[in-house]
């Protein structure tokens, strides 16, 4: 069986509107007879002659009759399709978004992401799940929606991605600890004992060769895989943890935090998704929520 020609839809629509060839030929700029030809065409596609004279001017047949209003309502239904969606309603919106962030995220800007939702679309849930990895595949299969991250040369060429905010480590501790009180050095810093941040179980990182640099090596006491584990562990002992300063400002209510005492490198944390998602107004929405949700929230000050 050949494919319709659907084009034809659109040309019978405005023939039994106008009912006149002359009338839909300045409706769709055509000459008359290749409207003559258009009309042919689909009296040979249906089987009916569609329009046939009448005095001076063209009546419809019964078919044609039958099918003026359910041509208009396909071609409405095509125009509808194939125009892109500007608006949305968000009070009708009924969804649930996947995010996979770093630890440490959900609990510092989850909740003020979560309430800017709630109140703009009621109807719309946010599930949050872990990122053991940078494997993109989950926002290529579409399993993911949204993704927090450091881009790296990893990343799935493409993958969209904008800059959220930027980053850098610092050190927190317990209220009370040595390191609460008097100038922070190198020296004081590297002969305390650490919580090391790595999803990959390494003992050292970006901040162990820096020390090097100085001479210095950190003892590292404990290796966990996220920043509010490392941030929890430093607020219930004499451990140090240094972690990202935004993404750990909640976390480290009632601590005491301080500067790094030497150059570590400011990084960029951005929001990455997959092309398929980014003309869809209510994928656009949540990724504006995301960005202003974190625009707005300030870490808390280094002590």
Same mark, same amino acid.
Request: charged share 25%; glycine share 8%; with cysteine.
């Given at each position: 069986?050949?494919?319709?020609?659907?084009?034809?839809?659109?040309?019978?629509?405005?023939?039994?509107?106008?009912?006149?060839?002359?009338?839909?030929?300045?409706?769709?700029?055509?000459?008359?007879?290749?409207?003559?030809?258009?009309?042919?065409?689909?009296?040979?596609?249906?089987?009916?002659?569609?329009?046939?004279?009448?005095?001076?001017?063209?009546? &419809?047949?019964?078919?044609?009759?039958?099918?003026?209003?359910?041509?208009?309502?396909?071609?409405?239904?095509?125009?509808?399709?194939?125009?892109?969606?500007?608006?949305?309603?968000?009070?009708?919106?009924?969804?649930? /978004?996947?995010?996979?962030?770093?630890?440490? /995220?959900?609990?510092?800007?989850?909740?003020?992401?979560?309430?800017?939702?709630?109140?703009?679309?009621?109807?719309?849930?946010?599930?949050?799940? $872990?990122?053991?990895?940078?494997?993109?595949?989950?926002?290529?299969?579409?399993?993911?929606?949204?993704?927090?991250?450091?881009?790296?040369?990893?990343?799935?060429?493409?993958?969209?991605? $904008?800059?959220?905010?930027?980053?850098?480590?610092?050190?927190?501790?317990?209220?009370?600890?040595?390191?609460?009180?008097?100038?922070?050095?190198?020296?004081?810093? %590297?002969?305390?004992?650490?919580?090391?941040?790595?999803?990959?179980?390494?003992?050292?990182?970006?901040?162990?060769?820096?020390?090097?640099?100085?001479?210095?090596?950190?003892?590292?006491?404990?290796?966990?895989?996220?920043?509010?584990?490392?941030?929890?562990?430093?607020?219930?002992?004499?451990?140090?943890?240094?972690?990202?300063?935004?993404?750990?400002?909640?976390?480290?209510?009632?601590?005491?935090? /301080? %500067?790094?005492?030497?150059?570590? &490198?400011? /990084?960029?944390?951005?929001?990455? +998704?997959?092309?398929?998602?980014?003309?869809?107004?209510?994928?656009? +929405?949540?990724?504006?929520?995301?960005?202003?949700?974190?625009?707005?929230?300030?870490?808390?000050?280094? $002590?």
């Amino acid at each position: 069986m050949s494919t319709p020609d659907f084009n034809l839809l659109v040309t019978l629509d405005v023939l039994l509107q106008e009912g006149s060839v002359a009338g839909a030929a300045r409706r769709l700029r055509l000459s008359p007879s290749a409207m003559s030809r258009a009309l042919a065409r689909l009296r040979e596609t249906i089987g009916d002659p569609l329009l046939v004279r009448a005095g001076r001017g063209l009546v &419809p047949t019964p078919r044609a009759l039958e099918l003026r209003e359910k041509v208009s309502q396909l071609v409405r239904d095509a125009e509808a399709a194939l125009r892109p969606t500007e608006h949305i309603d968000l009070q009708q919106l009924d969804r649930t /978004f996947v995010l996979r962030t770093s630890e440490g /995220f959900v609990e510092n800007f989850g909740p003020a992401l979560i309430a800017r939702v709630a109140a703009e679309a009621p109807g719309v849930r946010l599930r949050f799940v $872990q990122k053991p990895d940078k494997d993109s595949g989950p926002l290529r299969d579409g399993t993911v929606d949204l993704e927090t991250g450091v881009v790296e040369g990893s990343m799935g060429p493409e993958l969209r991605a $904008q800059a959220l905010f930027r980053d850098r480590h610092i050190g927190v501790v317990r209220a009370g600890h040595t390191l609460s009180l008097g100038e922070i050095t190198p020296e004081r810093y %590297a002969a305390g004992q650490h919580v090391n941040v790595s999803r990959r179980g390494l003992d050292k990182g970006q901040l162990d060769e820096a020390l090097q640099g100085l001479g210095l090596e950190r003892q590292v006491r404990t290796i966990v895989d996220g920043f509010s584990t490392a941030v929890a562990l430093a607020r219930a002992s004499d451990l140090i943890a240094s972690v990202p300063e935004r993404h750990t400002g909640v976390l480290r209510a009632g601590m005491h935090s /301080f %500067a790094l005492p030497f150059a570590t &490198p400011e /990084f960029t944390v951005s929001l990455l +998704w997959h092309p398929r998602q980014h003309a869809d107004p209510a994928h656009r +929405w949540l990724r504006g929520c995301v960005r202003e949700v974190c625009a707005e929230l300030p870490p808390s000050p280094s $002590q």
